[in-house]
């Protein structure tokens, strides 16, 4: 019924419509580098599928992180009881436990934490850091215990040592040793009946230091080539090694590049094992929600990113989902956001039915063009590691820190001008937002110092937490004084036309916690200033309608610094009158674009400077 349109016809409405502006405006870049484009054909390629290691759903893997080992038992019960079929238990002191996880001294300490749990019914996950090894033993002595020795129990251990390596800077141990003692382990598990996987390629730690898609899926892929040299200079089969390893890759709320990167995960795993001599199988790959992307203010977005980020895991073909609670970055979770979590998975899986189709991005051409560019990207760093000997070497020699730190150095730029906004943070902050409930607040968790580093150790930082800072130093103000730090807007002319500015200078300096005071359109630049005098505010900043000229801007700057204004601030873009209205005390310039944490930085710093 409709006349076919061409890309070409396609493309020329396009310019029309943005007035003008190319086409190439409508195209978005990844921190990495990596390009989304507004439209892809259709891809006709017989490209390989994304397919889970069994048809299904995937595993609704529950976090379990409390220090109880009872009360841990407790909420993995409740959580088995109520839906999900795995679990992922926290050890104390584990990286990603996050200053808590479950006490586990003994074999009776891990027998508490899992005790009426039926082990040989789920699947189970373990967070244990440098401990994986010594925990595995517990369940050995647990399985025999339990007399589950002749069951296939599925249990990965999530032994990384490469991990904390990239991490820590220090090795556990002399990596050849590392390698026999994980045979040794392998064994052992195996002859038990344990079926799960004993090694753990995890993109965590990378993730959280910042790194882009590619880079991510390069230092997994090169950890698990370096677990197969491990294992099989060990004595394990080549097929023996493969099998002892899984995969872990975080998942965050970009939909694109998440659902590209766990498929591109699977074809890049594949080429190793074909490379190899071995014929692929599918992989054991987990999905967890980014800790980088968790806010501790307005926390109940972060509801939404893990929604975001459970979507593209389990369309991308992960095998278990893990979801953070979204009060973790302010403490230990709760009941409630445990069940949040879990019925985040329960509605996407069951009342969604997002699992009924096996790799559903396949055929479309955004999907799979985003997969076939992180695969190019990701093996050609992998080879770039390869080359400089391997996963351990390329991380004492610092290449896998230095790419990602240029990422995420740009991501951090990004987030700084806004271009990256984090809703509840940095866009649309609320100050009168309630307190959430937690169990624990989040204890400060310190590295130690190691007298010699052998690698460059990667950090882990949230992306919201440069503006958070700002909000915890403007917290402690409002603690020293009872008010919160405050900013005047002078607004100059018809609330027509002043309140978009105004507005945009409220939430911008909300960001930093930063109380607006607001008032009706001034009609002289002495009337702003007896006003600023009166609300016995430090900062101003001048919010003009268009039709105010800039003499009455400057005016009202000369007006204000009079007024013995610290600081004052333009909302407006800087133009031909910016030499003037800067002599005229106009300290920074604020629109969409600006280096917003700088001049956060700087108007906190001023605001409480004489309080």
Request: hydrophobic share 50%.
């Amino acid at each position: 019924m409709f006349p076919p349109i061409d890309e070409a016809r396609w493309r020329e409405l396009v310019r029309r419509a943005l007035g003008g502006r190319g086409f190439e405006t409508l195209i978005s870049t990844t921190p990495e580098g990596l390009p989304i484009e507004p439209l892809y054909p259709r891809s006709i390629a017989d490209a390989p599928r994304a397919l889970r290691q069994r048809p299904g759903a995937w595993r609704i893997s529950q976090r379990v992180d409390h220090p109880e080992a009872a009360t841990a038992n407790a909420m993995a019960r409740a959580d088995l009881e109520n839906g999900a079929d795995a679990l992922a238990l926290a050890i104390a002191q584990a990286p990603a436990a996050r200053g808590f996880g479950v006490a586990i001294a003994s074999e009776s300490d891990l027998d508490d934490a899992l005790a009426g749990v039926e082990l040989d019914l789920i699947s189970l996950r373990l967070d244990a850091g440098a401990r994986a090894l010594e925990i595995a033993q517990f369940f050995l002595a647990l399985a025999r215990k339990r007399r589950l020795t002749s069951a296939a129990l599925d249990i990965d251990f999530g032994h990384d040592p490469i991990g904390h390596f990239a991490r820590s800077g220090v090795p556990a141990a002399a990596f050849a040793e590392i390698g026999r003692e994980a045979a040794e382990a392998s064994k052992v598990l195996r002859d038990a009946g344990f079926a799960g996987r004993l090694m753990l390629a995890d993109g965590r730690p990378y993730h959280e230091a910042g790194a882009g898609e590619a880079q991510e899926l390069a230092a997994a892929l090169a950890t698990g080539v370096a677990y197969l040299r491990l294992l099989e200079s060990a004595g394990l089969s080549l097929e023996g090694a493969r099998d002892e390893i899984a995969f872990l890759l975080a998942a965050d709320s970009d939909e694109f590049v998440t659902l590209a990167k766990f498929r591109a995960l699977r074809r890049l795993w594949a080429c190793v094992e074909t490379a190899c001599g071995l014929a692929p199988k599918p992989i054991r790959l987990h999905a967890e929600t980014a800790f980088r992307m968790m806010t501790k203010h307005d926390p109940w977005t972060n509801i939404l990113r893990a929604t975001m980020a459970v979507f593209s895991a389990g369309l991308g073909g992960a095998d278990a989902i893990t979801v953070l609670p979204f009060t973790l970055a302010l403490g230990l979770p709760d009941d409630f956001a445990r069940r949040i979590a879990r019925n985040t998975q329960l509605l996407l899986v069951h009342e969604a039915s997002l699992a009924k189709v096996i790799d559903p991005a396949a055929g479309a051409g955004s999907f799979e063009k985003l997969t076939e560019e992180l695969c190019a990207r990701a093996w050609a760093l992998f080879q770039r590691i390869e080359k400089s000997g391997g996963m351990i070497r390329s991380l004492e020699v610092g290449l896998p820190q230095e790419e990602i730190a240029a990422t995420a150095s740009a991501r951090r730029q990004a987030i700084a001008h806004r271009a990256q906004a984090i809703i509840g943070t940095s866009a649309f902050p609320d100050l009168a937002e309630a307190p959430v409930r937690v169990l624990a607040p989040a204890p400060d968790v310190e590295k130690p110092a190691p007298t010699v580093l052998q690698c460059t150790p990667l950090p882990s930082q949230r992306d919201a937490e440069p503006y958070e800072i700002l909000r915890a130093a403007s917290e402690a103000e409002r603690a020293r004084t009872g008010a919160r730090p405050r900013v005047f807007l002078a607004n100059l002319g018809t609330a027509e036309g002043f309140s978009q500015r105004s507005n945009f200078a409220r939430n911008l300096f909300a960001a930093a916690g930063l109380e607006a005071l607001s008032c009706a359109g001034f009609e002289t630049a002495q009337e702003a200033a007896e006003a600023f005098r009166d609300a016995r505010c430090r900062i101003a900043c001048i919010c003009a309608a268009e039709a105010v000229q800039a003499e009455m801007v400057a005016e009202t700057a000369w007006a204000l610094a009079a007024a013995a204004a610290g600081r004052i601030y333009l909302a407006a873009q800087p133009d031909e009158a910016e030499t003037a209205l800067r002599d005229a005390g106009i300290a920074d310039f604020i629109y969409p674009g600006c280096d917003a944490l700088a001049i956060l930085e700087r108007a906190l710093a001023s605001a409480v400077c004489d309080n």
